[in-house]
């Protein structure tokens, strides 16, 4: 094989010597380190990145626990404000229909009263225009005057004998 | 055109040089490391040069390398590896472009040559065995029994891990010689077929060479990946001493 001639043995020893000497330097010096520290860089910044992320995620979580427990608060302190606006409501429409009824009660009173004043009245009047007619019917009838308090003595009879009649029709 | 697969291999002279009586003459392989060395050194210096947080595509490659150098470091070497990291990213892109280069039609696979494979294996078994004594004085001896060994064992153990590790320069450098030098063979051999062949039958060893010439490729990055893995084995066994996970032969 020619692979084991030793003749070119010296050369290719000390050119592969040579050569690898070379690119180990240039390697060393040019390509390794800006290759490597590239690398570190990159996983620096991977591992900062989901760092960073994780940190993002958990404070978005606390953020949102934070909304729910406001939330709740919040759907809490509207239920009250409901209840108490429907309380509100009830006890003022408890109230107006209280005030109302007893406006009702004191303005049929006051109506029943006025009627009953009037009732009166009239009856006062009818009685003593009553009176008077009769009177007159009597002195006609009569001829005669009699004394004023006859007249009126005589009148009461007849009216309490016909308010006695007519309270019984009734 | 009848002529022996191995003529590919042959070298001769280009330019005699004889400086001290040493013959350091320049040939075609010589010429093939300097290529080797040219493009890896351009390749990488000038994705280091672009240094750029999203890589480009000349970056990422070398950075694909890289962390595929740093992959096998770690696990064999571990963390105290790296400081080895530019002598194997080196010797890993040294092998792996020779290889390469090597199947380009014309050029010359520098790694078919047994003697260059033998000064990296040497050169690398050498360094673990200087390394191992430096780091750990006589007691890197232990080296040579396993742990767990009874004693009574020790006069058996002793000459086998002996040439154990005696076989390991040897078998780094033949592998990697072997690989190279039988899959540019088969090359030359279904080539001269094809060429043989004529029209009618030749087109089916054409057909190979190019199936082949796929393989080589592969077998390029494997030989180049096998030859570093088991010369970190051997730097790791030195640096940690039964430290850690035992190696593969």
Known sequence: MPQFESHF??????????????????????????????LEEREKKIKD????????????????????????????????LLTQAKERAQRLMEENEQRMTVDAERIKGDATREIEH???????????????????????????????????RLADEALDALSKTYQSRN | MEESPLHAFE??????????G??????????????????????????????????????????????????????????????YFPLIATLFLFILFANLIGLIPGSYTVTSQIIVTAVFAVGMYGLSIVLGFSLHGVKFLGILVPPGTPGWLLPLMI??????????????AVR????????HVILGVL??????????????????????????????????????VLSCVYLGDAVTLHGHSEHAH
């Open chain 1, 49 to 80: 990145s989901l760092d960073q992320a994780e940190r993002h995620r958990s404070e978005a979580e606390r953020k949102l626990r934070e909304y729910e427990a406001k939330l709740a608060t919040a759907a809490k302190d509207a239920e009250a």
């Open chain 2, 191 to 228: 080539f001269g077929l094809a060429i043989s062949g004529g029209l009618l039958i030749g087109w089916l060893p054409f057909a190979f060479t190019i199936a082949m010439n796929g393989l080589e490729v592969g077998i390029a990055f494997i030989q180049a990946y096998i030859f570093t």
């Open chain 2, 22 to 83: 040493i013959d350091i003459s320049i040939n075609k392989a010589v010429i093939l490391m300097w290529v080797v060395v040219g493009l890896v050194a351009f390749l990488m210096i000038s994705a280091a040069a672009a240094r750029k947080l999203v890589p480009g595509k000349l970056q990422n490659l070398a950075e694909l390398i890289v962390e595929f150098i740093r992959g096998i470091i770690l696990d064999t070497m571990g963390e105290p590896g790296m400081k």
């Open chain 2, 11 to 20: 070298l001769h002279e280009l330019i005699p040089l004889v400086p001290a």
């Open chain 1, 118 to 152: 009037e009732r009166r009245k009239a009856v006062q009047d009818i009685r003593s225009q009553t009176t008077d007619l009769a009177l007159m019917v009597a002195e006609k009838v009569v001829g005669r005057a009699l004394t004023e308090a006859d007249h009126r």
């Open chain 2, 159 to 172: 000459p086998i891990e002996l040439i154990s590790q005696l076989a390991r320069p040897i078998s780094l």
């Open chain 1, 9 to 38: 043995f010296s050369s290719l020893i000390f050119w592969e010597i040579l050569s690898f000497g070379v690119l180990f330097f240039l390697l060393y010096k040019y390509a390794f380190p800006s290759l490597l520290g590239m």
């Open chain 2, 176 to 183: 990697l010689f072997a690989n190279m030098t039988a899959g």
